[in-house]
T-cell receptor, first 115, second 112 residues
């Protein structure tokens, strides 16, 4: 079946602009995660959704970052007033309901470049 | 701050050899330890995982060894193949949370 999809695959934006990154999880997966992966580093946790609510947003670096999942499926990561330091690959992952499985399935990521 | 330290940063192994990657964590507040494989341009994919009540888990050519007292765990890839060339990440999940902490990665190259 279809895996986790993310759009766009690449995004180039100017410093100070607003960007939205989209994640379509695997159908039926209630848990959704966002990570940021800088070059040569491991994924860094940003936020976790269980259903529509953000169960843990402790990884969001500051208030310029915000994520939503209004219907419990698709999620959008929003970054305001982008900075060059925001340049990274943003990964989305989904998994079954807690208690049914822990495996996270990752999407291919969105490469964000802030010029 | 919770951390997972991974070594080595890069590894070159001959085809058929054993690849060993190590990770260490600094506190005991983790309850699930997965290893991920990542190819360029792709997201990480789960390879194998272990819980702290088990000392070893084997799946095919991949084995996790877990030493709870030393707070260390390692990935062994037996009979390494050129197709195993990728970046490998260890991770740990905070107990009672769904927050995963990842290591910094090991770039493995298996020579044909």
């Amino acid at each position: 079946g279809a895996g986790v999809s993310q759009t766009p695959s690449n995004k180039v934006t100017e410093k100070g602009k607003y960007v939205e990154l989209r994640c379509d999880p695997i159908s039926g997966h209630t848990a959704l995660y966002w990570y940021r992966q800088s070059l040569g580093q491991g994924p860094e946790f940003l936020i976790y959704f269980q259903g529509t609510g953000a169960a843990d947003d402790s990884g969001l670096p500051n208030d310029r970052f915000f994520a939503v999942r209004p219907e419990g499926s698709v999620s959008t990561l929003k970054i305001q007033r982008t900075e060059r330091g925001d340049s990274a690959v943003y990964l989305c992952a989904s998994s079954l309901r807690p208690g049914q499985g822990l495996e996270q399935y990752f999407g291919p990521g969105t490469r964000l470049t802030v010029t | 701050q919770q951390q997972v330290k991974q070594s080595p940063q890069s590894l070159i192994v001959q085809k058929g050899g054993i690849s060993i990657i190590n990770c260490a964590y600094e506190n005991t507040a983790f309850d699930y330890f997965p290893w991920y494989q990542q190819f360029p341009g792709k997201g990480p994919a789960l390879l194998i995982a272990i819980r702290p009540d088990v000392s070893e888990k084997k799946e095919g050519r991949f084995t996790i060894s877990f030493n709870k007292s030393a707070k260390q765990f390692s990935l062994h890839i037996m009979d390494s193949q050129p197709g195993d060339s990728a970046t490998y990440f260890c991770a740990a999940r905070g107990t009672g949370t769904y927050k995963y902490i990842f290591g910094t990665g090991t770039r493995l190259k298996v020579l044909a």
